[in-house]
């Protein structure tokens, strides 16, 4: 089974709500996505985000270039059939990570919660990257959240790979600063607790 259709096969199978990761409000994403005191035609995506309710909060704060990505088409379906007419500006996308999904130096804010974890190979964590780093404008940030170092080693049947706040920023690379890290315990639909680590990043303007 391909990845895309592993994926598939988990939203047909699954409500939104009911998967591990699901969460109703992503605050510390949304905290952090407050203080970088973006415009609001800045260009905002949600890597991964076909099913996560962050781009209702982002369409309540009044961003008007929001596209959401996810390598799952089934993913995205659930999401725009929730929000209806009040998704027409969003810009969906389905594609996977790994590759060129958005135009060089085309996005303000890159926001990943529970994707890069999944990419235990050193390729495809390499693309992935390459991929950000591509289209991330100078100064722009990237908010990347992981499973932390106690959090789970296999999720929806996949290992992954867990991390520390400062080994998300190191693994950017030159080029990217390190603003501010947390950790979150999230607790899943059933009651189970998982750690997660985060990190706010920001391209160096020059």
């Known amino acids: 089974m391909s990845t895309r259709e592993h994926w598939d096969e988990v939203y047909r199978s699954k ?18 996505i407050d203080r970088c005191g973006l415009d ?14 962050l781009v209702d909060d982002l369409l309540t704060r009044g961003f008007e270039r929001i596209s959401v990505a996810d390598i799952a088409a089934e993913a995205l ?14 810009q969906w996308v389905v594609g ?12 303000d804010l890159w926001h990943d919660r529970a994707v890069f974890h999944f990419l235990t190979e050193p390729a495809r964590r390499e693309a992935y990257i390459e991929a950000l780093r591509r289209a991330v404008r100078p100064g722009g940030f990237v908010i990347i959240a992981t499973f ?4 789970p080693e296999r999720c929806s049947g996949l290992p992954v790979k867990r991390y520390a706040s400062s080994d998300i920023a190191a693994a950017l690379g030159a080029g990217f600063e390190l603003v501010e890290q947390a950790d979150e315990a999230h607790t899943t ?6 750690a997660f680590a985060y990190a706010l990043c920001r391209r160096s303007a020059e």
Request: charged share 15%; glycine share 14%.
């Open 15 to 32: 409500s939104p709500e009911s998967v591990s990761w699901y969460r109703p409000r992503l605050e510390q994403s949304l905290a952090w």
């Open 40 to 53: 609001p035609g800045a260009h905002v995506v949600d890597v991964g985000g076909g099913a996560s309710p």
């Open 77 to 90: 379906a659930h999401t725009h059939a929730r929000l209806g007419d009040i998704g027409q500006t969003v």
């Open 96 to 107: 996977d990570a790994t590759t060129p999904l958005f135009d060089e130096d085309s996005v």
């Open 148 to 151: 932390g170092p106690n959090g």
């Open 189 to 194: 639909p059933w009651g189970a607790q998982q």
